[in-house]
């Protein structure tokens, strides 16, 4: 581990900083930049810089602690690492569904990056009705084309384990591993949740349900599939129509690739919940086919790389049907576990917290009873657990 005393970028120093870096210094023009810190996360700093001429850079510093929470609760920048690198190796394979990646400080865990303040943060999006149609295809391609390529399917299997072991980034998985599929299930003192929630809450503490979160969790500490991104929930993408970039990937690392495409239907799940306490019927019933969207396309994608599969003795076409039928059944679990923290554990989301009280707590209740049935009904397919979630929120 490197020192975690360093100095971190304030608006006013970003220039200096820019200049002193010959790999920024050609791309804005720092004597007439417009610096500001946008960082809406649980975690990092965010500094939009732009200069007069419409040229623009994002710079993201990793703070040495929570910013959810503040510096009691220190936390390791070298995440700033495992984002760069999954930058890197993801770029190779899936460029045009990431920000342009122009750099990173490794003394000050400072990444730079394309400017992307024309897209829209997608949850933000969601959030507020909006449509982008070709999203949650491209985040299925996105994940199908980087599975590929950095798993066993793609990688020479004496590579891939240096490649697993390379991309380790145990403090980031220990957070997902506690507040994800851990704490929604025991209960832990930094869960919180709406009191007219407690019922809900306290229903998802039963043995059968710990049994499956463990059985998740196991699966997320022992499954290095592939580079995932790691945290691939609808805050972790940008869209514009006609463009679809996924960024902030801190927690990548070598787990299940199962995990990936469950963080998206869970933020649709809350979409749902949320356009259902809104009135939002078209939005709610558009929301609704973005699980299969995304699936058909991860699977389409999946299905085109397999030819090129490295090793095709034992890997072959009745294996792939298997995987793929697992690796959507898998999904559909993990799912629920990441839709449960966001009503009950520590890091909640803006679209339900920005509802009213009553709202609030029908859409929470909703996500919690679909929570329920994805982990104990097990659906099969994308359509399952649009058709759970459908029934759930309909039942207001
Ligand atoms: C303490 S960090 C809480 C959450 O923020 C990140 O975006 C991850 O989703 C993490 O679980
Ligand atoms: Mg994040």
Not at 192 to 208: I, K, R, V
Not at 247 to 265: C, M, N, Q, T, V
Not at 304 to 320: C, I, T
Request: charged share 25%; net charge negative; hydrophobic share 45%.
């Amino acid at each position: 581990h490197r020192s975690t005393t360093y100095e971190l970028l304030e608006p006013e120093k970003v220039a200096a900083y820019i200049d002193a870096r010959p790999e920024l210094a050609d791309r804005v023009d720092t004597s007439s930049l417009d610096v500001t810190e946008v960082g809406d996360g649980n975690l990092n700093l965010v500094f939009v810089c732009q200069d007069g001429g419409g040229r623009g850079i994002v710079l993201k510093q990793a703070l040495p602690y929570v910013r959810l929470v503040g510096p009691s609760w220190p936390f390791t920048p070298e995440r700033a690492v495992a984002e760069a690198r999954a930058y890197a190796v993801h770029g190779r394979f899936a460029a045009e569904y990431l920000p342009a990646f122009y750099g990173f400080d490794a003394e000050r865990y400072i990444l730079a990056m394309e400017d992307l303040t024309d897209h829209r943060v997608w949850r933000g999006a969601l959030t507020d009705g909006e449509r982008h149609d070709s999203a949650a295809g491209d985040v299925g391609r996105y994940v199908a084309r980087v599975a590929f390529h950095t798993s066993l399917f793609g990688v020479e299997a004496k590579e891939l384990k240096w490649l697993t072991a390379a991309a380790i980034n145990p403090d980031l998985c220990e957070i997902t591993e506690d507040l994800v599929l851990t704490e929604p299930f025991s209960g832990a003192d930094r869960n919180w949740f709406q009191d007219e929630l407690a019922d809900a809450a306290a229903s998802l503490q039963t043995p059968e349900l710990k049994a499956a979160a463990g059985e998740l969790k196991y699966a997320f500490m022992t499954r290095a599939e592939a580079l995932l991104h790691g945290d691939l929930h609808t805050g972790s993408v940008m869209v514009k129509d006609g463009s679809t970039r996924a960024f902030d990937s801190e927690f990548a690392f070598y787990g299940p690739i199962a995990f990936d495409l469950a963080l998206p239907w869970s933020n649709f799940i809350v979409t749902m919940a949320r356009d259902a306490v809104l009135g939002r019927e078209e939005h709610g019933a558009w929301a609704a086919t973005l699980f299969e969207q995304l699936w058909d396309a991860f699977e389409a994608e999946f299905r085109a790389l397999w030819p090129g599969v490295v090793d095709p003795r034992v890997f072959n076409e009745p294996f792939l049907e298997r995987w793929l039928a697992q690796t959507q059944r898998d999904a559909a679990a993990f799912a629920a576990t990441e839709a449960a923290r966001r009503i009950v554990g520590l890091a909640h989301v803006p679209d339900l917290e920005t509802l009213d009280v009553e709202p609030r707590a029908v859409a929470g209740r909703a996500v919690i009873e679909t929570v329920k049935r994805l982990l104990l009904d097990r659906p099969e397919t994308a359509g399952e657990v649009s058709a759970i979630a459908r029934e759930e929120v309909a039942r207001g």
